[in-house]
């Protein structure tokens, strides 16, 4: 089996997703994991497929034909192996919004090698100020050797008024 990584952007409407599903069945693939969005009319998404081998190529140019009807297939090569042992955190951010604070966040975790796996963001008025509040979600592979509580200290340093949360997601 080959497996797959599709991303897939197009205009949302009913059965967008029922298509895709569609071409994957009729090339005996199977849809192992996805994660998908609507967001301003626009739909993204990023699954992961196994298929046989012999029918790889069929659905891959199954796929690229949905650029007819306006869906944008972007096909990439998918691996079945572990990552390195790390341990997953969830990681809750709540903070002033300012420009730049997604890179800061994100740089500093690239430096103390922790990975991204799942990001949620948003920004929503504060309760009683109305000021801009930023809020992040995150799924975070943390090396081994890094603890909870120097990874805490050094997100805190991004900004006084940052609170940060993180927990064991084991």
Same mark, same amino acid.
């Given at each position: 089996?080959? &497996?797959?990584?599709?991303?897939?952007?197009?205009?949302?409407?009913?059965?967008?997703?029922?298509?895709?599903?569609?071409?994957?069945? *009729? &090339?005996?693939?199977?849809?192992?994991?996805?994660?998908?969005? &609507?967001?301003?009319?626009?739909?993204?998404?990023?699954?992961?497929?196994?298929?046989?081998?012999?029918?790889?190529?069929?659905?891959?140019? /199954?796929?690229?034909?949905?650029?007819? &009807?306006?869906?944008?297939?972007?096909?990439?090569?998918?691996?079945?192996?572990?990552?390195?042992?790390?341990?997953?955190?969830?990681?809750?951010?709540?903070?002033?919004?300012?420009?730049?604070?997604?890179?800061?966040?994100? /740089?500093?975790?690239?430096?103390?090698?922790?990975?991204?796996?799942?990001?949620?963001? *948003?920004?929503?008025?504060?309760?009683?100020?109305?000021?801009?509040?930023?809020? /992040?979600?995150?799924?975070?592979?943390?090396?081994?050797?890094?603890?909870?509580?120097?990874?805490?200290?050094?997100?805190?340093?991004?900004?006084?008024?940052?609170?940060?949360?993180?927990?064991?997601?084991?």
């Amino acid at each position: 089996m080959d &497996h797959l990584v599709l991303t897939i952007i197009a205009a949302d409407k009913p059965g967008l997703v029922e298509r895709i599903a569609q071409n994957i069945a *009729d &090339h005996g693939g199977n849809w192992l994991e996805s994660r998908m969005a &609507h967001m301003a009319g626009q739909f993204a998404g990023i699954l992961r497929v196994s298929v046989p081998a012999q029918s790889r190529q069929a659905l891959v140019a /199954a796929l690229e034909d949905l650029s007819t &009807h306006g869906i944008r297939v972007l096909v990439g090569e998918g691996s079945t192996g572990q990552a390195a042992a790390s341990k997953p955190i969830l990681m809750t951010l709540v903070g002033n919004d300012r420009s730049g604070i997604v890179r800061e966040i994100t /740089a500093l975790l690239s430096k103390q090698g922790v990975n991204v796996e799942r990001l949620i963001t *948003d920004v929503r008025p504060a309760p009683m100020s109305g000021d801009p509040l930023f809020n /992040a979600e995150a799924l975070l592979q943390v090396p081994p050797t890094l603890s909870l509580e120097t990874l805490q200290a050094s997100l805190e340093t991004l900004a006084d008024d940052l609170m940060v949360e993180l927990r064991n997601e084991e």
